[in-house]
């Protein structure tokens, strides 16, 4: 289960990792509703630090979706700046775009979004293909993330095939195939049951501390709330609270 | 591309049911257009057949008789034409290609049915009878039908052979035993009065009326042809069957006769002359270079007299414009079934693209580009085309095969007689690629603007979808 990924995991701290891992400065983001614009994010600032488990939290209609959806660079903002690992993504074409969020960014999503027609070991193996991974580091690399999440037994099923904690532990594997910086989780336990979502969060924690991976969260489950290293409260597109390490900040 | 290809693939399979309906539609689609080109194909080469034992592969012919020899054949006459021959079949070349290369000559006469006293007009053509039964046996296609021997093989001098409209008008038809040949109203004129006087007096000096009906198995008929230098001359020719030649106008004017005799009858003592030669090849793809060779080889003969050397689709408009016809047709209905294709593929891709939509969002958010997403569902419509094309070509051959055993018959235009109905697709490898090849483009064509909407869908819209 606490097989080593071949990452740059447990990296020392570095010049690098000391600054933010993304920071989000003065973002706006508003929405056409048919003919109403309705403003989302309303001036917001946030840091993502390296290696750190954070999570947003929020009511419905908060934000917080189109928070993750800009960190997660598959939205840009109307105003304000948005730097991800050193880059800023806001100014990126889209194909740009495309191969920065492969490199550093992973998905995963409430409904698993798991491509039915592939494997568990090729939905794992999908973003390696994209990178352009040989079959030899593939093969080493996806049953290592199968052992990782405790599905070696499972690398033939289809998802179909598979129970939604099975399916979500799929989709944390293919979020960290390409060793991403960040991964990005949209409500990930809101769809399992309570023990399940206690596992597939454990598994997460584990992988933050493991790999150096920096998970950010939108949750509402309490459960989530205690494993996070930082928390950060959202109410109508603004931020009202920011914790850090257990301590509110600034 | 091949994770593109793999992922398009299973994509296919995930939804059978749809891409079933989708690759029979394009199946059907493409089997109708093999079976409708490969009994387009089975007509040109039932037509390119009966051309070429009719009037072999090329002729040459004085260069003006094609366009005003009809008015007095006989003054397009080719002199030297035996020498022409000769050196046809001593050519080292030419001699590789051609199976038969005989002359004709053509005339235009009135022909009488005396006893009857019934004439009419007639366009004639004298030929060596064994030399157009060889050509009769061309068969270059493999056709199931065997074209009829001309009867004039083997038979007198003085024999004849006419087409059943003329048999008809010359009352010749108990006489022939020609069956679904009505007779006419009794002509209220005597005996013999159908006849110009001169044609009768001549008739009667040439051949005793009496004599002729109880000498001969076949019946008499005086035949007048106008002789080179302008005179009239009556010949009695005894007609040994009679030939439908499948147009009725040309039904009603023709006759064959020995060429030997046709040429006494117009020359005379003179040097006898015809108006074409017949080359028949072995191949009709030789045509090309049988007939540079025949025009270097005629240029030695065009001293005194303009030659040229005609293929038979120059002589036979009616067989391009034929196959120009079904061309068009072929083309017309490949258009409609390929516009059918074309809105089967786009609707199914259609319906693909909005049931995957929050996979494409999923994909695009881990990293495809995309021209990632349009390869993708432009690579599922290249496959449903190739496998509708090549289940189409296959079922196609399925049925020419079935169709070909099972012995139809059919009369088509210009034909005599019914001939096999048959479908020639197993072969024809230009159009089963042609028709596979372009249904495929369609199909690409038909999945590209759902690809394309696919490939430009907002990843946060895509990946909110219900």
Redesign the interface.
């Known amino acids: 289960m606490t097989d080593q990924l071949e990452v740059d995991s447990v990296a020392p701290p570095s010049a690098a990792t000391q600054r933010p891992l993304a920071l989000l400065t003065q973002v706006f983001k508003t929405y056409q509703m048919d003919s109403v614009e309705v403003p989302v994010i309303r001036g917001v600032d946030i840091l993502v630090r390296h290696s750190k488990f954070t999570v947003l939290l929020g009511p419905s209609g908060s934000g917080k979706t189109t928070l993750l959806n800009m960190l997660g660079c598959v939205d840009k903002p109307d105003k304000g700046e948005i730097v991800v690992a050193d880059e800023k993504v806001a100014e990126m074409s889209d194909d740009a775009l495309s191969d920065f969020r492969a490199r550093n960014i992973g998905f995963i999503f409430q409904n698993f979004n798991l491509l039915p027609v592939l494997s568990a070991y090729e939905n794992i193996e999908y973003p390696l293909l994209l990178a352009g991974a040989t079959p030899s580091q593939r093969g080493k690399l996806v049953p290592r993330l199968l052992k990782a999440v405790g599905l070696s037994d499972r690398a033939k099923n289809l998802p179909g095939q598979m129970s939604g904690g099975q399916r979500q532990r799929v989709a944390i594997a293919r979020a960290l195939a390409r060793k991403p910086k960040l991964v990005i989780a949209d409500e990930p336990t809101a769809n399992l049951d309570s023990h399940t979502g206690a596992t597939i969060l454990a598994l997460m924690r584990r992988m933050v501390d493991e790999y150096a991976i920096s998970f950010i969260f939108s949750s509402h489950d309490p459960e989530v709330i205690k494993a996070a290293d930082d928390t950060i409260v959202l109410k109508d597109g603004l931020i009202q609270e920011v914790w850090r390490d257990g301590e509110k900040a600034g | 591309m091949m ?1 593109t290809f793999n ?1 398009a693939l ?2 296919l ?2 939804n059978r049911r749809r891409s079933l309906a989708t690759l029979l539609a394009m199946a059907i689609g493409s089997t109708s257009i093999l079976l409708f080109g490969g009994f387009k194909i089975n007509i040109s080469n039932s037509m390119h057949t009966t051309h070429v034992q009719k009037d072999g592969h090329l002729q040459i012919q004085h260069r003006d008789f094609y366009l005003y020899g009809s008015g007095n054949p006989t003054a397009y006459g080719i002199t030297d034409y035996t020498k022409i021959l000769a050196a046809i079949q001593n050519d080292e070349v030419l001699k590789k290609m051609v199976v038969v290369a005989t002359p004709a000559l053509q005339f235009g006469g009135i022909a009488g049915n005396y006893a009857a006293g019934v004439s009419r007009t007639i366009i004639g053509n004298g030929f060596v009878a064994e030399d157009i039964n060889r050509m009769r046996r061309w068969n270059d296609f493999g056709l199931l039908n065997q074209a009829p021997l001309s009867a004039l093989e083997g038979a007198s001098l003085d024999a004849a052979v006419v087409g059943t409209g003329v048999a008809r008008v010359l009352q010749l038809c108990d006489a022939l035993k020609i069956t679904r040949c009505a007779k006419p109203e009794k002509e209220q004129k005597e005996e013999g009065a159908a006849l110009p006087d001169d044609i009768a007096q001549l008739s009667l000096q040439e051949t005793p009326v009496g004599a002729a009906a109880k000498d001969a198995g076949g019946p008499k008929i005086e035949v007048l042809v106008v002789n080179a230098r302008g005179a009239p001359n009556v010949t009695s020719l005894e007609v040994l069957r009679a030939e439908d030649q499948g147009i009725k106008e040309l039904d009603e004017v023709s006759m064959m006769m020995h060429l030997s005799k046709l040429q006494q009858l117009v020359y005379g003592k003179s040097a006898p002359k015809a108006t074409s030669i017949m080359v028949q090849l072995r191949q009709s793809d030789q045509i090309p270079a049988a007939r540079a060779r025949l025009i270097g080889l005629v240029a030695g003969y065009s001293a005194t007299q303009p030659l040229a050397v005609l293929d038979f689709r120059e002589l036979n408009p009616f067989f391009v414009q034929t196959m120009l016809m079904f061309d068009t047709i072929f083309g017309f209905v490949f258009v409609l079934i390929g516009g059918i294709v074309l809105f089967t593929v786009s609707n199914t891709m259609n319906t693909t693209v909005v049931e995957r939509t ?2 494409i ?12 997403i349009l390869n993708l569902f432009v690579t599922e419509g290249a496959l449903l085309g190739l496998f509708g094309a090549v289940l189409g070509a296959v079922l196609a051959l399925t049925l020419a095969f079935v169709i070909n055993q099972i012995g139809l018959l059919w009369l088509p235009p210009a034909s005599a007689t019914p001939i096999p109905f048959t479908v020639t697709v197993w072969g024809e490898n230009l159009m089963i690629v042609g028709t596979t090849v372009g249904l495929i483009v369609i199909a690409v064509v038909s999945a590209w603007w759902p690809a394309y909407r696919a490939a430009r869908l907002d ?2 819209e895509a ?1 909110r979808h219900v």
């Open positions: 994770m992922l299973r994509n399979l995930r929050v996979e969002g999923t994909l695009r958010a881990i990293g495809l580009r995309r021209r990632g990843v946060v990946l």
